[in-house]
């Protein structure tokens, strides 16, 4: 029998290439919000075309409320920092 090779994946993060301010990040969870509720209620309704929309759009909120958290701590971070 031939050996198995296993072969290990690196995962490769993605960084930021826009840098967005806390409002903005907010603003945009707003819009994603309302878009998923929207999106939610015509898959309901059985008007939805591809139901994979509804997948993204929870991923795209998962990733802004991230990216909110980590300019939170950012900023509290730069506060203690200063004083």
């Known amino acids: 029998m031939a050996a198995k090779e296993t072969t290990t994946k690196k995962t490769?993060?993605?960084?930021?290439?826009?840098?967005k301010t806390l409002a903005e990040l907010q603003e945009e969870l707003v819009k994603l919000h309302a878009d998923n509720l929207e999106s939610r209620k015509s898959h309901k309704q059985g008007e939805l075309v591809n139901p994979h929309v509804l997948t993204v759009q929870r991923k795209a909120i998962a990733r802004i409320h991230t990216a909110i958290a980590a300019a939170i701590k950012a900023e509290t971070s730069t506060l203690k920092e200063e004083k």
């Not at 490769?12 to 840098?19: D, I, M, Q």
């Open 12 to 19: 490769v993060s993605k960084k930021a290439t826009e840098v």
